[in-house]
Every structure is written in C-alpha cells, then in structure tokens.
C-alpha cells in the first residue's frame, strides 16, 4: 500500500469494486487510509465518482494477514522490483487463493515469464502495469508471460475497459514492454543529438512539448501519419532510417549526471537543476496538468467522436 | 499563398507585423484573401487577437509582383518542395531585396546549406520551419546552414519569441532536423515491434496517446526523466538500448501501404481505413484539440509557472 499500490486501489473502488488492500508493515494500515481518502477527495474534487467518497471507503477492508485474500478472484501485486521479495510475496498470496484467482504484478522490470514460474497456476499469472496516478490516467498495459492463458488475458483486458482504461494488450513479454521501447527509441535519438552538439537538453524538450504535445494525446504516432498524408513520410523513412543512432551504450550525458549523484527533481540535479521551490513547483504542475489532460483526452475518446474502427 | 503561406502570413499580422504576401498565380490573390478573413476570424473566436481582424487585414498587401519585397526585412519563402522551382522564386527575390535582407525557407526536405547557396548572401539566409497551423503552435524550428551567419540566426530566434513562439535552434541542418528525427527513431521502432508481432497499429497508438500524451506537452522527454528520478532511467538504458531496432529499410507494412496507393485521410486508405465522414470528423476533431492544447500549453508555460532556468 506505497504509492502506487493505494493508488490502484483507489482507481477500483472507483469502478465499484470491493478491494481487499494488504498493508502488512506495522504503521502502514493508518497511512493507508489517510491515503485513501485523500485521493478518493481529489478524484471527487476531479468530477471523477458517482456516488459520496464515503461509499467507497466503505468497499476497502485494510488488513495486514494474507489470509485475508482468499475471497480475492484478482490479486495485484505492486511491491518493489526485487526478485527475491516477489518471490516471498506470490508464495504467501498462493497459499491462501483459491486455483481460479488471477494473480497480477505492476512490474515494469522483471519479465512475466519469469516471475510466472513462482506461483502454482502460471496460466493465470500476468502483467498489469498502471500509470501514475491509477486513478486518473487512462494507460493501461496487459502482458502475457511465455504460459499465460490468452483467455485470463482478454478477460483482464475486457476488465479494464470497464475501469475506462485503454489498454493494450501485449501477448509477449518483451523487455520494457511497448511504451517504454517507444519511449527510449526517442532517447538515444535525442541524446545522441546532443551529444554530436546539434541540439540541447531544452531545445529537445520543445521539439517534444510544442511539436508532438500539440498532437499525440488525440492521434498516437500512425493515425498522425494518416492525417499528414502517409505517402510523404516513405520517402523520409528511406532517407532518415540510415542516419538514426544505433548505438547500445550508455550515453556520456546520463552517465555524468549519474556519476554526479543526480537523480532529478528528487534531489534537484538532473538533467536541469532546481530549487527546492522549483522542484515542489513540478509536482503541483504535473498533478494539475494530468487532471486536465485526463479530462480533455476523454472529450477526445475515439468512441465518443464516432471513429470507432478497426486497426488492421 | 496556400494552406502554409497564408497560415504563417496571419500568425505575423497578430503579432503585430506589417505582410506583403505574394501570389503570383492568377486567381491567388482573391482566394487567399478570403483565407486571411477566415484565419483572422479562428483566432478572434479563440481570443488570440489585442484588435480586430479589420486592423490586422489592413495591415496586408497582397501582391503580384516580386518588386513589392523591397520594402522586406525579412522575406520567408514556403513554395513547394522542389529544388528548380525554389532556385527560381530565390532568384527573383534575390533582384528585389537588398543586402541587409534575410531571407529563409520553411522547406523540412532540402538541406539549408544547398539552398543557401541559391542566393546571393548565404550568410543571410536559414531554415524557418513552422508547424501547421503556423497561427495556433507554439513550434518553430530555426535552422543554419554551413555558412549562415549565427548572429542571424540568434536575432531570428529573438523574433519568433516576440510572435509567441517556442524557437528551437538547430546550428547545423542535419537531415529531419530535430523534431523529425526523434519521431523517426519512434517510428522505426513501433513499427518493427508491429512487423515481429509484439503489438499493433492500434494498440501502440494507444500507449502514445495515453501514456507520453498526459505528460509530453507540460515536460518533453528529459524533464519527464527528472521527474520520474534519472536514476530509473540508467538501468533501463544499459539493458534496452542494445534490443532496440536498428532497421534502415523501409518496414513492409508502409510499404504495403504505398503499393495500395494509400495516403492515410485523404484518400481514406492508411494504417487505419476511413469513410468519408470519419476523415472530415478527424479534421474537425484535430482543429478543435489543437486550440484547447495551444491554450493549455500556454498556461503551463515554463515561464507562467516561474520555473525559469538554464538547461545544461
């Protein structure tokens, strides 16, 4: 019940489930509940629950003994991303379970198909990885390990839909899974850039805020092709492919900053510095700007503009 | 004077300059007038104008003749992508203007330095890429070629802040510039994991439209790192950047693409299918979000939020 977890938990009660929430660190139970009401009043605040925050309260029992999840058709798993305290976790949740609970981790590190092989039933064991805040973002990645039953995995994809997520579904455990490729794909890009002297850490973040943030929340990358006219960018793929980075080491630039001690606005070194005012400045901003971008990406939600259609 | 030169035409008039647009086609002239009135009236609806659009229209001339440049400090030229018909339009301008007169192409296909060598002062002349519509982005590119002036280039990028814009700065044109590049290096990659079979068309759409588009807009991609704790970041790099595609052919499914003379929504046939309606539903829909993303990204702006500072 970190950060995450509660949050999670809380994007559930929302869609009106109930939800057995383990807290079984000594102190960890009251923090919790803070927790939770905290966030079911920013949710309410939001225009984001149906009925009064204390409803949903009233659906969470907090306890600290796994036994507690026998009544449990879905456990999800959020501790942190260590292979020996997953381990001791999935084999306390599998002796209490019943053989037809789908057990589920958060990982975003450790592959599927490996943590899989540490309960009884892996064909019912996959990935669902949430975005920060669960309850007020819309991504959603499901993935399968090498044994996991495709059924469990459409059935957890038809779930989330009525969590109003958009998830996708990934039916191999591919390292860092789709978001993250995509996401370094334009890293090394960037930084190899920098690196050869021809743009800059903030120049890049414009490219990225004012170029694909005026468009990517409506379209993702191939609908926007579609809308520029697909025909103009064969002609640039020929040419550019050949000149993008291919290289697999850890770029100088991240290395110094690691080197430095750096870890970002958490200690205010970074790729930029900040005060400790500016740093706390970005948490307020994020926060609020994720809660406009949650509520115009639904205005914006292909089913309510009639575009429903398939994707080949 | 078409859909481009109008667009950035207007995007000068709000910011308070006097235009001399030239349409040397017969019959140019009337339609991109008409076109002014309605660019005009967009942004008035959208609160972007400190006047109204009579005070802005009078202060365009729309000309016929190349002789009107004369009086240009700054010629900008946005003629379609073609290396002979840009040779010509140079050198007519190039007869006109004087010496103190910069002169800059919104090309995104030829290299800087090959058309600067069209003119007769090449230290006067870069790359001045806006994104469409050029009068509700906040993107501009600025990019030198080998023997642009950089001082130029600087008093440009002085320019394009006084017209509300967020200038990037490229000091030497490298193919795609930055903007493109990055997108590319995204590109190749979501398509090699579609043609291995790892996701789809509509699913990798969907982590970029929900995942990188509820944060890319307030923070672009380094930030992003900050904020998540660079740190994360390292490990993951060591560990995915050598499994990252490194493809310089043209992935198969484009190509299919192009075989079936697919252009994406204008003539219905791309990564995805459209009727008729849904294609004018996308182009309603993309106007729409582009005005509630110019006006929110305007309201996080770095230096409303006070978070003003240096990148390394």
Not at 10 to 24: F, K
Not at 131 to 143: D, H, I
Not at 174 to 197: C, D, H, K, Q
């Amino acid at each position: 019940m970190g950060l995450m977890g509660t949050s999670i938990a809380v994007s559930l009660l929302a869609s009106g489930h109930r939800v057995i929430a383990l807290a079984p660190i000594p102190g960890e139970k009251e923090k919790a509940y803070d927790q939770f009401i905290d966030l079911l009043q920013h949710m309410d605040k939001a225009g984001m629950l149906k009925s009064d925050t204390k409803t949903y309260l009233d659906a969470v029992t907090l306890v600290e003994d796994y036994r507690a999840l026998i009544e449990c058709k879905l456990v999800l798993e959020c501790v942190i991303e260590d292979m020996d305290i997953k381990k001791s976790v999935y084999h306390k949740i599998s002796e209490v379970v019943t053989a037809d609970t789908v057990i589920a981790s958060n990982t975003s590190a450790i592959p599927i198909s490996q943590l899989q092989l540490l309960v009884p039933y892996p064909e019912r064991f996959l990935g669902i990885h949430w975005a920060e805040p669960a309850y007020m973002t819309r991504f959603l990645e499901v993935t399968c390990g090498t044994f996991t039953d495709p059924k469990i995995a459409d059935e957890v994809v038809s779930l989330a839909l009525e969590w109003e997520k958009e998830p996708t579904l990934l039916k191999r455990d591919i390292r860092g899974f789709i978001t993250n490729r995509l996401m370094y794909a334009v890293y090394r890009e960037a930084l190899s850039l920098i690196e050869m002297g021809h743009t800059t850490v903030g120049d890049a973040d414009k490219a990225c805020r004012y170029d694909m943030g005026s468009w990517v929340t409506l379209m993702g990358i191939f609908r926007r092709m579609d809308f520029m006219g697909v025909d103009d960018f064969i002609y640039s793929f020929r040419r550019l492919f050949p000149q993008l980075s291919n290289r697999t080491d850890v770029p100088p630039l991240i290395k110094t900053i690691m080197e430095n001690n750096g870890r970002g606005i958490h200690n205010q070194m970074g790729f930029y510095n900040y005060s400790e005012e500016e740093a706390k400045d970005w948490e307020e901003a994020f926060a609020d700007f994720n809660e406009k971008m949650y509520h115009l990406a639904s205005d914006y939600n292909e089913h309510k503009l009639g575009l429903v259609r398939d994707s080949k």
